[in-house]
């Protein structure tokens, strides 16, 4: 490492610079998308002198990087400041290798970009740095009336646990990597606001390619199901059931995937995301929601709301079919009781209006069945079922046969966008060939017959091994008797014989005093010795 700075072809090198590595070739993916991206090109717009913190995105650097005067890209590892400074060879472009904390700026910085956050920025060989201490050293790089753009991962989310992780067999350099610790990370999106004076906003699903990102007081739950969508792990509307409680009870900021705070960005909306064709939208009007939360809200209660949200998505539809042809539920928005779309989009799911509103009453059902909504109809409606009675408040007569026919069509008109539907429908299993299904029934009732005898066998064991145990009992029972009746046997023989000594040893003394009592003369002696000591003690008590 180097402890001065220096000059390396095309790019400064400062202390905490590493080799043998590559932040932005390594597993862990790069922020990009263009919900980053356009939060990174209004903060470039017009500054002086850019700053970019860590690793980004090589699209997202295009987009941002002739939009300042100049701009300093700060990389820990000598790869990739290689790749970047080649890239922009030529063009008012710094790059810096080595440690954020090593670098002091030479000109006042007006934009910061770190959308990677602080966990790529330090020497992995120095001592680990927690997020408040970088945060603190960026917030003095960077002075309070300067932009600024800050990821923050959220290790807490719900979303966390589904998102797929790599395992670190599979990457060579995982030993590298340097995560911030937990114990640093800020403990939420107010306090990390609160450390640069900024305005915060939650990301969905998460931070590496954000689909939504909203202010924590315009993020609906409806809207984080509509619009958390992860490419690569089950999307929130599958997981429904639980996550739609956790997020009642943590609340969106505390179990969105990520935070963004920024600073200088009064411009940009509170709510920015992509629809299913990659496009952005935006949704500014404070008091708009959601079709989806609502039919949610009405459901918990009485069907007259649900009967009026139908009637109303009805109207709209047959007043422009042509706003609705290519949209899903859950794109659906309410503005001042009137149904209005989210975005326009060019995709043709249905031909009339008709067919368009029963694939949204379809998507409408699909909602209040997988999502485990609570609603007024009877238990164990089926999603068909339950589109069916949807559309016998607007006096439709539809079959469940056609409701699954305008949903295969639907399904199909979005399989062919690259798009996916509201509620993944069941799978159904292609038919088998007769031959390997034969094959398989005598496979299985092959092993149905091991398995038979196998019982069979355990039975007759136990059963023997049951007599064996039986008849060990009763012999131990047997032999128990025996030894007690011994001991008992012993046990009079031994106080008989003590009975006889005793009345031996009690008739001794009797005996021998009739024995003496016949000697001669032993009786006048006997009194002769009583009345000597009589006679003496008569004298001891004078």
């Not at 180097?2 to 597993?27: C, H, L, P, R």
């Not at 009675?389 to 639907?410: G, K, M, Y």
């Not at 006889?500 to 024995?515: E, I, K, L």
Request: proline share 6%; with cysteine.
């Amino acid at each position: 490492m180097n402890d001065i700075d220096t000059k390396v072809a095309a790019y400064s090198v400062v202390s905490g610079d590493m080799y043998d590595w590559s932040d932005m070739a390594s597993t862990r993916p790069l922020p990009r998308g263009p919900v980053l991206t356009r939060f990174a090109v209004a903060t470039a717009s017009g500054a002086a002198h850019l700053l970019v913190v860590g690793p980004h995105d090589l699209d997202l650097l295009d987009a941002v990087v002739d939009r300042a005067v100049t701009t300093t890209v700060i990389l820990r590892t000598h790869a990739d400041a290689e790749l970047v400074s080649e890239r922009y060879a030529g063009r008012s472009v710094d790059v810096v290798c080595g440690d954020l904390r090593a670098w002091t700026p030479d000109r006042p910085v007006d934009a910061v970009l770190a959308l990677d956050g602080l966990g790529r920025v330090a020497t992995i060989d120095a001592d680990p740095a927690d997020w408040h201490a970088l945060s603190e050293h960026l917030a003095g790089i960077a002075p309070g009336d300067s932009r600024l753009a800050l990821v923050v991962p959220n290790p807490g989310s719900p979303l966390a646990q589904l998102r797929a992780v790599t395992p670190e067999a599979s990457d060579e350099n995982a030993d590298w990597s340097f995560p911030i610790h937990d114990r640093g990370n800020p403990a939420s999106l107010a306090d990390a606001s609160a450390r640069f004076a900024g305005r915060g906003y939650t990301l969905w699903p998460d931070v590496g390619s954000p689909t939504l990102a909203a202010a924590p007081d315009a993020c609906s739950v409806a809207l984080a199901i509509a619009h958390g969508r992860p490419s690569d792990t089950p999307t929130l509307r599958e997981v429904q059931p639980a996550l739609g409680q956790t997020l009642d009870a943590l609340g969106t900021a505390a179990a969105a995937g990520g935070w963004l705070v920024t600073r200088g960005l009064e411009t940009t909306p509170t709510v920015l995301g992509v629809d299913r064709t990659g496009e952005e939208t935006s949704w500014t009007a404070a008091d708009r929601s959601w079709l989806v939360e609502a039919m949610r809200d009405s459901a918990r209660r009485d069907a007259t709301a649900l009967r009026r949200h139908v009637r109303r998505l009805h109207d709209a539809v047959a007043g422009a079919p042509e706003l609705w042809c290519g949209l899903q539920v859950d794109e659906i928005g309410l503005d001042a009781d009137r149904v209005v779309p989210v975005h326009e989009s060019t995709v043709k799911l249905a031909e009339s209006a008709d067919e368009i509103l029963l694939g949204l009453l379809d998507e409408l059902a699909a909602y209040l069945c997988v999502a485990g909504w609570r609603h007024p109809w009877p238990a164990g409606r089926g999603r068909d079922e339950l589109t069916v009675l949807l559309a016998a408040t607007l006096d439709l007569a539809v079959t469940p046969a056609e409701v699954r026919r305008v949903r295969q069509r639907r399904e199909s008109a979005l399989s062919s966008t690259g798009m996916t539907p509201v509620v993944a429908g069941s799978r159904t299993t292609p038919d088998a060939d007769p031959s390997e299904l034969k094959k398989l029934m005598d496979e299985n009732e092959a092993l149905r017959g091991q398995v038979t005898w196998f019982k069979q066998q355990m039975r007759q064991r136990q059963t023997m091994t049951h007599e064996v145990r039986t008849a060990a009992r009763r012999d131990v029972t047997a032999l128990n008797s025996r030894i007690k009746e011994l001991e008992d046997q012993l046990s009079a023989r031994q106080a008989s014989s003590v009975n006889r000594v005793a009345q031996r040893a009690t008739a001794v003394p009797g005996r021998a005093r009739a024995g003496v009592g016949r000697v001669p003369g032993a009786r006048r002696a006997a009194r002769l010795l009583r009345r000597v000591r009589a006679a003496i003690r008569r004298m001891a008590r004078r």
